[in-house]
């Protein structure tokens, strides 16, 4: 008990100078106070995280305070991101960090919340009436967490004004594709200067040539998964087929390696790579990357990395592995975090939900963090003083 409430006093410290980066945004104390008893409710082991119970939770006499703060009152939601994702590189920065972009869906019922419709959600492995999140996530060796978000509106949105402006979306926000905003996710994390090495998405984005050149003209090192059609530059074609390019490779050119831990233990395949461009500068390289199920052999999956030319196999692998972690950063954050917990229908609120949810998830990051560094520091051998 006593272990419990020590943890509980650490986590509402910990929430608290979150809130202390962001406090400065909001003009007045209501929705000050509200937006920190908001993050506390949505990590507290609560079964539901709506209005109410989050309410009861700071001890409301009912939702009224929250729901203004998260749909009426006014306050810059990407300003307080900013002071977010500000917090995870203090706490978390690492030049070798990698950028993971990925959606992830939200089911909802109706027609009336922003960005809603009958469309594929790869969280529910089918088409289903959802919202869909794209998602931007820092992921280094001492921890992993969610630093940018934007809610995707269909054309069935964007196309019709005026239910847009119903549900809150200012005629200033137009259609763009998902790899339109993941792009410019990546951009801004450049312009902050936000410390990695790595950027690395599934096909959905890889497939992007465009996307990749932008990367590439900007120096920026990235592992993109793509499809077995996707096509590169080698000395024979300049439209060759990705998947063409490694049957009659030596038996010898794979490798048996673990790509990282997943949800069902260490995710093993044989991997292989062929180097593509060749006559790009002499310090950068691309390869095409095969990853080969080894039960199933005939099951192949390719990967296009630009990098330094050192780069080794086990590099882009772990590389390819991490995108993983974005998946990690979905679980945990609807979880313990109430992400996918929310009763707002406009687009501000959505952000706003979205942004205080994931400043909760990167203050259990940090904490954890802490944790792993304090247990390596006293199982470490002390250092000679000699």
């Known amino acids: 008990m006593g272990g419990d409430l020590a943890d509980v006093r650490l986590w509402a410290g910990e929430l608290e100078a979150v809130h202390e980066r962001f406090v400065h945004r909001f003009n007045r104390e209501e929705p000050r106070q509200s937006a920190l008893a908001y993050m506390r409710g949505l990590i507290a082991p609560l079964q539901r995280k709506n209005g109410w119970t989050l309410a009861e939770e700071a001890g409301h006499a009912g939702p009224d305070r929250i729901q203004r703060m998260l749909n009426r009152i006014?306050?810059?939601?990407?300003?307080?991101?900013?002071?977010?994702?500000?917090?995870?590189?203090?706490?978390?920065?690492?030049?070798?960090?990698?950028?993971?972009?990925?959606d992830t869906g939200f089911l909802k019922k109706g027609t009336r919340s922003a960005?809603?419709?009958?469309q594929y959600s790869g969280t529910a492995g089918r088409t289903e009436n959802s919202q869909i999140g794209v998602f931007l996530a820092y992921a280094t060796d001492r921890g992993r967490t969610l630093i940018d978000r934007r809610l995707y509106l269909p054309t069935s949105w964007t196309d019709d004004r005026e239910r847009c402006r119903q549900a809150g979306i200012g005629d200033e926000v137009g259609f763009a594709t998902k790899v339109a905003i993941a792009k410019a996710m990546i951009r801004r994390a450049i312009a902050e200067k936000i410390p990695f090495r790595w950027v690395t998405a599934d096909a959905a984005y890889g497939f992007s040539k465009g996307w990749r050149f932008e990367l590439e003209q900007a120096d920026v090192f990235h592992v993109m998964a793509t499809t077995r059609h996707d096509t590169v530059v080698t000395r024979f074609a300049l439209d060759h087929p990705v998947h063409e390019l490694f049957p009659g490779l030596p038996r010898q050119k794979w490798k048996r390696r673990s790509c990282g831990e997943g949800a069902h233990g260490r995710r093993i395949y044989d991997w292989a790579r062929v180097e593509v461009r060749p006559w790009h500068r002499p310090d950068r390289r691309h390869w095409v990357l095969a990853r080969r199920s080894v039960s199933r052999p005939e099951e192949i999956s390719y990967y296009?990395?630009?990098?330094?030319a050192g780069t080794t196999l086990d590099q882009l692998i772990r590389i390819a592995g991490s995108r993983w972690a974005i998946e990690e950063c979905?679980?945990?954050a609807k979880q313990e975090c109430?992400?996918?917990d929310y009763q707002v229908r406009r687009y501000p609120g959505w952000h706003r939900h979205m942004t205080?949810?994931?400043?909760?998830?990167?203050?259990?990051t940090v904490l954890r963090a802490r944790q792993l560094d304090a247990e390596k520091a006293e199982t470490d051998p002390p250092r000679s003083s000699t």
């Not at 949810?357 to 259990?364: G, P, R, T």
């Open 74 to 102: 006014e306050w810059d939601t990407d300003e307080v991101l900013d002071d977010v994702r500000r917090y995870v590189v203090d706490n978390l920065g690492d030049q070798d960090a990698v950028l993971i972009i990925d």
């Open 115 to 118: 960005g809603v419709q009958r």
């Open 304 to 308: 296009i990395a630009y990098c330094p």
């Open 330 to 332: 979905f679980q945990t």
């Open 338 to 340: 109430g992400l996918d």
């Open 356 to 364: 205080l949810a994931m400043a909760a998830h990167a203050c259990l």
